[in-house]
């Protein structure tokens, strides 16, 4: 019988869009930390899930969805990212915030300039940081989400742990002076692997 609506498409239906109101959260705080742009980084949240919508047939119910669509929206932002080559990520209003010195005597860090030390890492380091450190996603989760191995996460995200440290705090007083070395705030901390 061909015509008969399948009465377990909408259930399907349902189903998936109640895990993509759901994870809406995780996915704005992971395109914010990507971009630093709210407004960019909503757009893109809507535009993956538009997309996610569309393609909602190809996605296998009981697999992880949440890995599915942070490829998505990751994927989507590398393709923004490459279409837009001449985007620059300048926001007055934060230089104007980040370039004046705090005082030494504040207490907790300002979540600028938490922000802005984030967009200063390569962008795996940034990624792998906001995917496992923000958004709570393990190793092989990141690794899929990503498409690489797990070592290459765990070697990112202690990379980008130290870079993120020595951005914000500066170099350790008690670093070694020679690069390479543990602890050292060399340009190899901020390479790409």
């Not at 990751?74 to 985007?87: I, S």
């Amino acid at each position: 019988m061909t015509g008969a609506p399948d009465p377990s498409a909408g259930q399907l239906d349902r189903d998936f869009r109640d895990q993509l109101i759901a994870i809406i959260p995780s996915l704005r705080a992971f395109a914010r930390g990507l971009c630093g742009n709210r407004d960019l980084a909503d757009d893109m949240v809507q535009d993956a899930m538009t997309r996610a919508w569309a393609a909602r047939q190809s996605y296998t119910p009981g697999t992880n969805f949440r890995a599915w669509i942070f490829m998505i929206l990751r994927n989507h932002y590398y393709t923004t990212l490459r279409k837009n080559a001449r985007m620059v990520a300048w926001d007055p209003d934060l230089a104007e915030r980040v370039l004046v010195a705090a005082p030494t005597q504040q207490d907790r860090l300002n979540v600028h300039d938490v922000q802005a030390a984030l967009l200063k890492l390569p962008a795996e380091q940034r990624e792998v940081l906001l995917l496992i450190g923000a958004n709570g996603v393990s190793y092989e989760e990141a690794a899929e989400i990503i498409g690489c191995a797990i070592g290459t996460i765990k070697s990112r995200l202690a990379r980008g742990r130290v870079a993120l440290a020595a951005l914000i705090d500066g170099p350790p007083l008690d670093a070694p002076e020679t690069p390479g070395k543990a602890g050292a705030c060399s340009p190899a901390l901020f390479s790409a692997d």
